[in-house]
């Protein structure tokens, strides 16, 4: 999703978003929330621990619930009118009109993604997931992994098998704009580069993506 349908990567925005809520007292939380960034630069620890820190950080221990919610519905208006790719909201017109069956497959946590892909007119979407309370509100900690790179295609070949789907019958077409998808683009039968590489580099041409 994230600048493939979207022009700006989203989660950060939405840890801005949700700490200015509420007379924004976890704004002066941001500093460590950088510092935290550059530590996974460094490569101290992985983009898992990296999400669920600044959750709990900018968020607090649930990041969805009841009272959390206009917040996460005024975030996700703000995205849809201001950072979504207008070529991508063409190709998703078309690819609907043609009955392709559209999936929202990202990084991006479930907190918010799921409300986008609704929105933007997927059918489903693929998100990194949450742990949750009895009451059915979301946690910061992530249940499982972190959705990217090759947990993009377990989570796939998970959801095709739930919904009966054989592999074999289907032509799936990925988008993506970032290296970190090469197992999803080795799954797909097509892959189709957008922003940052719309012009393939050559590592990208030799293995046939983006044709």
């Known amino acids: ?112 993604a799921a409300a986008m892909a609704d929105r933007l007119g997927f059918a489903v979407c693929i998100a990194t997931r949450h742990k949750r309370t009895a009451s059915g509100a979301l946690l910061a900690e992530i249940d499982g992994r972190n959705n990217y790179g090759a947990e993009k295609v377990r989570r796939t070949e998970d959801w095709l098998r739930e919904s009966g789907l054989d592999r074999g019958e289907l032509l799936i077409t990925a988008y993506t704009d970032h290296a970190s998808d090469a197992p999803i683009l080795d799954f797909a039968d097509q892959g189709v580069l957008v922003g940052r590489f719309a012009r393939p580099s050559a590592r990208w041409q030799q293995v046939g993506w983006g044709k």
Not at 43 to 71: A, H, I, T
């Open 1 to 112: 999703m994230d600048r493939t349908v979207t022009v700006a990567p989203t989660f950060t925005p939405f840890l801005v978003h949700m700490a200015a809520r509420d007379g924004g007292w976890r704004m002066a939380m941001l500093p460590f929330w950088l510092l935290a960034m550059l530590g996974y630069k460094l490569g101290l620890y992985g983009r898992d621990g990296l999400k669920r820190f600044g959750l709990w950080l900018m968020v607090g221990g649930e990041v969805r619930n009841p009272r959390l919610q206009p917040s996460i519905d005024a975030f996700v208006d703000r995205q849809m009118a201001r950072n979504i790719r207008p070529g991508a909201l063409q190709q998703i017109a078309r690819d609907r009109a043609s009955g392709v069956l559209l999936v929202l497959l990202t990084a991006a946590p479930e907190i918010y």
